[in-house]
């Protein structure tokens, strides 16, 4: 069965600090990862998908098959990036997503 | 707005009333998914419709739900006999198949939720 893991529930890094935020995933086929981010009273949207390699609001996020991780990362971060982040996994014939338990990161001023 | 729309954003309800969520998927877009989430969790998958099929339901959808999504336009979430243990928020997601390529991938967009409070 497939399996999405965030090990932190909270993470606090200061502005201007590198910040990386942890996935691991277990899956047997080929997969495909997403990270999704919720930002304080709004709804829940995609910021990167590791199909397409881009770097978003500075984010960028590299697949390790070897390490089944999908570890999302900022060289520098800033306040306005203070949200819940969900690290998800598609699958199946329907394409669903599994969803880790979210990790919500605060930068400090 | 191009969004997915939920209705209504909050529905309290007392324990054995039955419930109806509606989900407005974006226009063009063929795939709707139901997720549910409870407090500290993320979204854990309901089931999935392709235009007016419902091809996929979780175990975690019990014979007191039921959804639909008639001529493959909006969709409906009914709870039956509500129990406290059903309290959380629902969510819709839409998706279009799209193409590159480096690959294909089906990128899902979600509404707002419908937080369910069962008292």
């Known amino acids: 069965a497939q399996r999405v893991t965030q090990p932190e529930k909270l993470l606090s890094v200061f502005k201007g600090a590198p910040v990386e935020l942890k996935c691991n995933y277990s899956?047997?086929?080929?997969?495909?990862l997403f990270w999704y981010v919720q930002y304080s009273r709004q709804r829940l949207q995609l910021l990167l998908r590791h199909i397409s390699r881009e770097s978003i609001k500075g984010f960028t996020a590299d697949l390790n098959k070897g390490e089944t991780s999908f570890h999302l990362k900022k060289p520098f971060a800033q306040e306005e990036d203070s949200a819940m982040y969900y690290c998800?996994?598609?699958?199946?014939?329907?394409?669903?997503?599994?969803f880790g338990s979210g990790t919500q990161l605060t930068v400090l001023p | 707005d191009t969004g997915v729309s939920q209705d209504p954003r909050h529905k309290i309800t007392k324990r054995g009333q039955n419930v109806t969520f509606r989900c407005d998927p974006i226009s063009e877009h063929n795939r709707l998914y139901w997720y549910r989430q409870t407090l500290g969790q993320g979204p854990e998958f309901l089931t999935y419709f392709q235009n007016e099929a419902q091809l996929e339901k979780s175990r975690l959808l019990s014979d007191r739900f039921s959804a639909e999504r008639p001529k493959g336009s909006f969709s409906t979430l009914e709870i039956q006999r509500t129990e406290q243990g059903d309290s959380a928020m629902y969510l819709c997601?839409?998706?279009?198949?799209?193409?590159?390529?480096?690959?294909?991938?089906?990128?899902?967009?979600f509404g707002p939720g419908t937080r369910l409070t069962v008292t």
């Open positions: 997601a839409s998706s279009l198949l799209r193409g590159s390529t480096s690959g294909k991938t089906y990128e899902q967009y």
């Open positions: 998800a996994l598609s699958h199946g014939s329907a394409r669903q997503l599994t």
């Open positions: 899956y047997s086929g080929s997969p495909e």
